[in-house]
């Protein structure tokens, strides 16, 4: 059965296929799976006795085996341009940062995949603080559907840039996206769910066989190995060249386009060799790449590069025909950065 993660989830803890299962073994119809699903991650319910369309035995029955929980809201802040970030919480108190960025009619939702993250890349600070569990399903999804209902809008794009790796927790991610993407979900397009790895690329390869149209955005931030390797030790042993060689698979495979995100640090990854082997890393072969200033993080040594270093870069990249654009920051009055809202609320 599709059960991803920990007991404590509940029925939150199963993907798409698992609930089918669940009410198979049940020896009820499957259009009552549908019905389940729709009540969950449509209509947001609380509780089984919300879903008066379920028989009653199925109720107590799901009550007593899978219970429900949702996620909730231990804090929000603020931002002058519009954007809020959330710290949720689960009902084993764990606590996991989101995004939610509005643009126009446009709402996007920047999630969280794991509590906390085991690559331990130098500028993040989720990486501090280490790794606590992987989400489940349904609860990666909560913290889409909560913000959707604070700014009291739908949810247009979402993408897994939180905290966490994805691809350590495949599994649920994909679950979580099919939620979003379902009729009886967020109906969120499949184009539209980005998910962002740090590069594991047998997972990229998987990625690319799903049936959805799920984007995919790599963090690439060098294309230089040693400093690659210096600012993401643990994926070092994905190298570059089989981490290209996979994107352009990826592309083979699947007619999309990858992102690649290239945080700006100074004097770290902005120089002219950094830029002459990213404009080679890119060459013929079929991606965007997402220029990032960097969120400084307190005691990680790093600082953002300078404004023209990062123009100097997207006119040179464009200039080659790499398609290239700059991230437009937002939220930096309200600790844009994954991981730090989450170390202030626990101090």
Same mark, same amino acid.
């Given at each position: 059965m599709?059960?991803?993660?920990?007991?404590?989830?509940? @029925?939150k803890?199963?993907d #798409?296929?698992?609930?089918?299962?669940i009410?198979?073994?049940?020896?009820?119809?499957?259009?009552r799976?549908?019905?389940?699903?729709?009540?969950?991650?449509?209509?947001?319910?609380? !509780?089984?006795?919300?879903?008066?369309?379920? #028989?009653?035995?199925?109720r107590?029955?799901?009550?007593?085996?899978?219970?429900?929980h949702?996620?909730?809201?231990?804090?929000?802040v603020?931002?002058?341009?519009?954007?809020?970030?959330?710290?949720?919480?689960?009902?084993?108190?764990?606590?996991?940062?989101?995004?939610?960025?509005?643009s126009?009619?446009?709402?996007?939702?920047?999630?969280?995949?794991?509590?906390?993250?085991?690559?331990?890349?130098?500028?993040?600070?989720t990486?501090?603080?280490?790794?606590?569990?992987?989400?489940a #399903?349904?609860? @990666?999804?909560d913290?889409?559907?909560l913000i959707?209902d604070?700014?009291?809008?739908?949810v247009?794009?979402?993408?897994?840039m939180g905290?966490g790796?994805p691809?350590?927790n495949?599994?649920?991610?994909?679950?979580?996206?099919r939620?979003?993407?379902?009729d009886?979900?967020?109906?969120?397009?499949?184009?539209?769910?980005?998910v962002?790895?740090?590069?594991?690329?047998?997972?990229?390869?998987?990625l690319?066989?799903?049936?959805?149209?799920?984007?995919?955005?790599?963090?690439?931030?060098?294309?230089?190995?040693?400093?690659?390797?210096k600012?993401?030790?643990?994926?070092?042993?994905?190298?570059?060249?089989?981490?290209?060689?996979?994107?352009?698979s990826?592309?083979?495979?699947t007619?999309?386009r990858?992102t690649l995100?290239?945080?700006? @640090?100074n004097?770290?990854?902005d120089?002219?060799?950094?830029?002459?082997?990213? @404009?080679?890393?890119?060459?013929?072969?079929?991606?965007?790449v997402?220029l990032i200033?960097?969120?400084?993080?307190?005691? !990680?040594g790093?600082?953002p590069?300078r404004?023209e270093r990062?123009?100097?870069?997207?006119?040179?990249?464009?200039?080659?025909?790499?398609?290239?654009?700059?991230?437009?920051?937002?939220?930096?009055?309200?600790?844009?950065?994954?991981?730090?809202?989450?170390?202030?609320?626990?101090?």
């Amino acid at each position: 059965m599709s059960r991803t993660m920990p007991e404590i989830a509940g @029925i939150k803890a199963y993907d #798409p296929t698992g609930v089918d299962e669940i009410v198979a073994q049940a020896g009820l119809p499957a259009f009552r799976a549908k019905q389940l699903k729709g009540w969950i991650y449509g209509k947001g319910a609380c !509780s089984y006795d919300e879903m008066t369309n379920l #028989p009653k035995a199925m109720r107590e029955q799901l009550a007593e085996s899978y219970p429900l929980h949702r996620a909730e809201i231990a804090k929000v802040v603020k931002s002058s341009d519009g954007t809020r970030k959330y710290l949720v919480k689960y009902s084993d108190e764990t606590l996991v940062e989101a995004v939610g960025i509005p643009s126009g009619d446009r709402l996007t939702v920047c999630f969280s995949t794991q509590a906390g993250c085991s690559m331990g890349c130098a500028f993040c600070a989720t990486g501090k603080g280490g790794f606590h569990r992987n989400l489940a #399903p349904g609860e @990666i999804f909560d913290q889409v559907a909560l913000i959707a209902d604070d700014f009291g809008q739908r949810v247009t794009n979402a993408v897994a840039m939180g905290q966490g790796e994805p691809f350590l927790n495949y599994e649920a991610v994909i679950g979580a996206l099919r939620y979003m993407n379902a009729d009886y979900g967020l109906g969120i397009g499949a184009r539209r769910l980005t998910v962002s790895t740090c590069g594991i690329i047998p997972m990229i390869r998987r990625l690319a066989s799903e049936p959805e149209q799920f984007t995919l955005a790599v963090s690439l931030h060098s294309a230089v190995q040693n400093t690659r390797d210096k600012l993401m030790t643990n994926v070092s042993n994905y190298t570059l060249d089989r981490l290209r060689d996979s994107l352009i698979s990826y592309s083979d495979a699947t007619g999309r386009r990858p992102t690649l995100e290239y945080a700006m @640090i100074n004097s770290v990854n902005d120089t002219d060799e950094e830029l002459e082997a990213l @404009i080679a890393f890119c060459r013929k072969m079929l991606c965007h790449v997402n220029l990032i200033p960097l969120n400084k993080v307190q005691g !990680s040594g790093y600082l953002p590069s300078r404004a023209e270093r990062v123009k100097l870069f997207e006119q040179e990249l464009n200039s080659k025909g790499i398609e290239t654009t700059v991230r437009s920051s937002r939220g930096k009055d309200i600790q844009g950065a994954c991981g730090q809202l989450r170390q202030d609320y626990m101090e």
